[in-house]
C-alpha cells in the first residue's frame, strides 16, 4: 500500500466528527472491494489493505473526543485505486469555492459525505446545519452546495449524499462547493450557540468528505 497524506491550509479548528468513515463498506466502494479482492490475493489481504488505510485516514482527521482538535482545511490519503479527501469548515462566505487540488476524471465513482453546523449570520441563534437546514427561509437558503464534471451547475449536497456519482468518461475538472445565501458577509465559524431551534446543540463545525473510486 502506498500512503500519501498532506495537510494544507492549516490553523486551529473544531473537533472531528466521529468519522464513522466504513468507506469500504459503502454503496460502490463495496463494489469496488470485492473486485479487488478477486484481482490481489483474496478477502483476507484485502481486508487487511482497506482496515490500514482507514486508520490512516483516522489519524490524519482525528476522532471525536472532548476538547480535541484538528486542523482546517484539506487533508488528503490515497492507496491504489482509492482517494479520500476531507474538507473541514468548507468556505460559506461566498457563493462557490474551486478546490484546484482535487480533480476527477472521466469514468471515476465518487462519493459524497457532509455534516456539522454553520454560522449564517443574523440575531438570536443562527447557527443552522450544512446539510439540511432548519429554520425560517430554510427551504431557500443555508444549504451547502456542489458541483462535479458533469453536472449543469451546483446541487445541494444533500441530494448526493448517498448516491455514488460518475463522473462522465467526456468530462474532467476539479471540485467546487458552495453555499445558499442572501447575505455572506457574517458567515462564517464565529460566535458558536446551539442555533435555531437548537439544531446545532452538540454538533462540530461543518466538514465534508469525498471519495473517489479511480480507475485502474
Same mark, same amino acid.
Given at each position: 500500500?502506498v500512503?500519501?497524506?498532506?495537510?494544507?491550509?492549516?490553523?486551529?479548528?473544531?473537533?472531528?466528527?466521529?468519522?464513522?468513515?466504513?468507506w469500504?463498506?459503502?454503496?460502490?466502494?463495496?463494489?469496488?472491494?470485492n473486485?479487488?479482492?478477486?484481482?490481489?490475493?483474496?478477502?483476507a489481504?484485502?481486508?487487511?489493505?482497506?482496515?490500514?488505510?482507514?486508520?490512516?485516514?483516522?489519524?490524519?482527521?482525528?476522532i471525536?473526543?472532548?476538547?480535541?482538535?484538528?486542523?482546517?482545511?484539506?487533508?488528503?490519503?490515497?492507496?491504489?485505486?482509492?482517494?479520500?479527501?476531507r474538507?473541514?469548515?468548507?468556505?460559506?462566505?461566498?457563493?462557490?469555492?474551486?478546490?484546484?487540488e482535487?480533480?476527477?476524471? &472521466?469514468?471515476?465513482?465518487?462519493?459524497i459525505?457532509? *455534516?456539522?453546523?454553520?454560522?449564517? #449570520?443574523?440575531? $438570536? +441563534?443562527?447557527?443552522? @446545519?450544512?446539510v439540511?437546514?432548519q &429554520?425560517?427561509?430554510?427551504?431557500?437558503?443555508?444549504? *451547502?452546495?456542489?458541483?462535479?464534471? #458533469?453536472?449543469? $451547475? +451546483?446541487?445541494?449536497? @444533500?441530494?448526493?449524499?448517498?448516491?455514488?456519482?460518475?463522473?462522465?468518461?467526456?468530462?474532467? *475538472?476539479?471540485?467546487?462547493?458552495?453555499?445558499?445565501?442572501?447575505d455572506?458577509?457574517?458567515?462564517?465559524?464565529?460566535?458558536?450557540?446551539?442555533g435555531?431551534?437548537?439544531?446545532?446543540? *452538540?454538533?462540530?463545525?461543518?466538514?465534508?468528505?469525498?471519495?473517489i473510486?479511480r480507475?485502474?
Open positions: 500500500m500512503g500519501d497524506m498532506s495537510m494544507l491550509n492549516g490553523k486551529p479548528g473544531t473537533a472531528a466528527p466521529a468519522p464513522g468513515l466504513i469500504a463498506e459503502t454503496g460502490f466502494a463495496r463494489e469496488h472491494r473486485g479487488d479482492e478477486r484481482r490481489e490475493g483474496g478477502p489481504q484485502m481486508r487487511i489493505r482497506i482496515a490500514v488505510a482507514a486508520s490512516l485516514f483516522l489519524l490524519v482527521v482525528g471525536s473526543v472532548p476538547g480535541e482538535t484538528e486542523t482546517v482545511g484539506r487533508s488528503k490519503i490515497s492507496t491504489p485505486g482509492l482517494e479520500i479527501w474538507i473541514v469548515e468548507p468556505e460559506v462566505r461566498g457563493r462557490v469555492k474551486a478546490y484546484d482535487i480533480q476527477f476524471k &472521466g469514468g471515476e465513482r465518487v462519493e459525505r457532509a *455534516g456539522g453546523c454553520v454560522q449564517t #449570520g443574523g440575531k $438570536g +441563534l443562527t447557527w443552522k @446545519r450544512y439540511d437546514p &429554520g425560517p427561509n430554510s427551504d431557500r437558503l443555508y444549504h *451547502g452546495l456542489i458541483r462535479l464534471p #458533469g453536472m449543469d $451547475g +451546483l446541487r445541494r449536497i @444533500r441530494e448526493v449524499i448517498g448516491t455514488p456519482q460518475e463522473i462522465p468518461r467526456d468530462r474532467s *475538472g476539479r471540485l467546487e462547493l458552495g453555499y445558499e445565501d442572501d455572506y458577509s457574517d458567515n462564517g465559524y464565529w460566535g458558536k450557540d446551539d435555531t431551534g437548537g439544531q446545532c446543540r *452538540g454538533v462540530e463545525n461543518a466538514w465534508v468528505e469525498i471519495v473510486i480507475q485502474k
